[in-house]
């Protein structure tokens, strides 16, 4: 598939830089149990549904509620979706790798993080996007205590408006991932919309990322190691 290119001030200003279209890795770092999965879940696929090569892989240093999990989606218009060293779009959600998590990038790199981490002040080589994710998610959940689940889903919101992909997209993963959850389904959906709007009138596209429809996808699914390996 052709892609159009176009030029894109850097966030440094040393230069420009062409348009990246349906090829990029995306890390998500999070804690286990925050309900990070679902939210990645509802990424990969939306890029899916796009029409994309896509693949997902967690990592899992402990399995303790609290402790590290990073998630990597690699999408590839030509199909080559196996991990790779670079990432491309950083989604840092953790306070105590955020840091490390910055600093181990490579010059260009986006990164999306909570704004009272403070992460734009590390360095001056990469494209920073704040969100005030506790401001964006209270209105969307009165529920306190559910506030920590629903949070990660304004990332997606995020994400989807950054890198173009299809709001009906992102809605139609979503239901698929609540399917027998009609309440949640609504209440994820609010937050991501939530994270959607706030980046459409408060966040400047300034990295070359890009996800665009094509159909590469027609005729496969998503599905884990294990679900495979039990079919065969």
Not at 90 to 109: F, K, R, W, Y
Request: aromatic letters at 6%; a positive charge.
């Amino acid at each position: 598939m052709a892609t159009t290119d176009v030029a894109l001030h850097e966030a440094s200003g040393q230069g420009e830089q062409k348009r990246v279209v349906n090829n990029m890795s995306i890390q998500v770092a999070t804690v286990n149990g925050s309900g990070s999965q679902s939210s990645n879940s509802v990424l990969l696929r939306s890029i899916f549904q796009m029409g994309v090569p896509v693949s997902g892989k967690n990592l899992f240093p402990s399995n303790i509620a609290g402790l590290p999990t990073w998630y990597t989606i690699r999408a590839n218009k030509d199909g080559y979706i196996a991990r790779k060293k670079e990432i491309d779009l950083l989604i840092a959600m953790n306070a105590e790798t955020a840091q490390e998590d910055v600093m181990s990038l490579a010059p260009g790199a986006a990164v999306l993080y909570d704004e009272p981490l403070g992460l734009n002040k590390l360095r001056n080589d990469l494209v920073f996007y704040s969100v005030p994710y506790d401001k964006l998610v209270a209105p969307v959940c009165p529920e306190a205590k559910l506030r920590k689940l629903v949070k990660n889903m304004i990332y997606v919101g995020v994400a989807a408006n950054l890198l173009g992909i299809d709001m009906a997209e992102v809605e139609k993963a979503l239901r698929k991932q609540f399917a027998k959850k009609a309440k949640a389904a609504n209440l994820n959906l609010a937050a991501v919309r939530a994270g959607f709007d706030y980046a459409a009138g408060s966040l400047t596209k300034q990295d070359p990322y890009f996800v665009q429809r094509m159909d590469k996808t027609q005729g496969m699914i998503i599905i884990d190691g294990n679900s495979a390996a039990a079919l065969g």
